[in-house]
């Protein structure tokens, strides 16, 4: 990696990182790019002690994450697994009386954890559902973006126990 790297300003580890025993023989080296949204595989504090910069790729997945997390908060919700599971077996009708297939997730309170990127863009979904959306996260990255979004910073506990159970 030294040799491949000795000339280098910048570096874009592919699902690596760059060890600071490594860094610390890369004079030139500036920047570490990653490809991921986080930051887990990295020693940024090494690496900004040594002068180089850490930059992440934050955000770029936020939009099929939230759509992600949306489909599954339905598909529980629904019981879809359930009803599918039952059609598969050929007894799409089984059930259905107890499957809570008409409960709506309209007007329900959605408690999300985290509102970075992709808790927003989650919380951006959820506005078309008429929920009410309560977050928590401790830091405030972007100040004014919850009320902008409806959304309501509340204490994790609070959260928790206001938030859809069934």
């Given at each position: 990696m030294i040799e491949a790297l000795k000339d280098a300003d910048a570096a874009i580890p592919w699902l690596a990182s760059i060890p600071l025993d490594v860094?610390?023989?890369l004079p030139k080296l500036k920047l570490v790019q990653l490809l991921a949204a986080g930051y887990d595989s990295v020693n940024v504090i090494g690496l900004g002690k040594l002068?180089?910069?850490v930059a992440n790729n934050g955000g770029s997945n936020a939009i099929s994450v939230s759509e992600h997390a949306m489909s599954l908060m339905l598909s529980v919700y629904?019981?879809?697994m359930e009803a599918w599971s039952n059609t598969i077996d050929g007894n799409w009708r089984d059930g259905v009386d107890q499957l809570p297939v008409r409960t709506e997730i309209n007007g329900k309170t959605v408690g999300i954890i985290g509102f970075g990127n992709i808790g927003r863009q989650v919380s951006r979904r959820l506005s078309g559902f008429d929920c009410e959306v309560l977050y928590h996260d401790p830091v405030e990255l972007?100040?004014?973006r919850d009320k902008e979004l409806g959304a309501q910073a509340v204490e994790l506990d609070h959260l928790l126990s206001c938030s859809v159970t069934s």
């Open positions: 860094a610390e023989q002068g180089i910069s629904r019981r879809m972007m100040p004014g």
